[in-house]
């Protein structure tokens, strides 16, 4: 499965600057594919601010999504 960017349909890569839902960046550091029919998967990111947080989302938030094997 790949992870891919919904509007542009480009490869999701480590380093990625990306933008959450409400506008804010962060910096792509991982991944994690689905690991059951029913799962989403996560996307690991770290934010560009000063707090520098770490974390963990539905790829959704990136607005990304996994394509691949159960595609058809």
Do not use: C
Request: aromatic share 12%; no cysteine.
């Amino acid at each position: 499965m790949q992870l891919i960017y919904e509007k542009t349909n480009e490869l999701v890569k480590t380093g990625d600057v990306a933008h959450t839902f409400d506008g804010k960046a962060v910096v792509v550091t991982g991944w994690r594919a689905p690991h059951h029919a029913g799962s989403t998967g996560r996307v690991y990111v770290k934010f560009m601010n000063d707090s520098g947080w770490v974390t963990e989302f539905y790829p959704s938030v990136i607005n990304a999504k996994w394509v691949g094997r159960d595609d058809g």
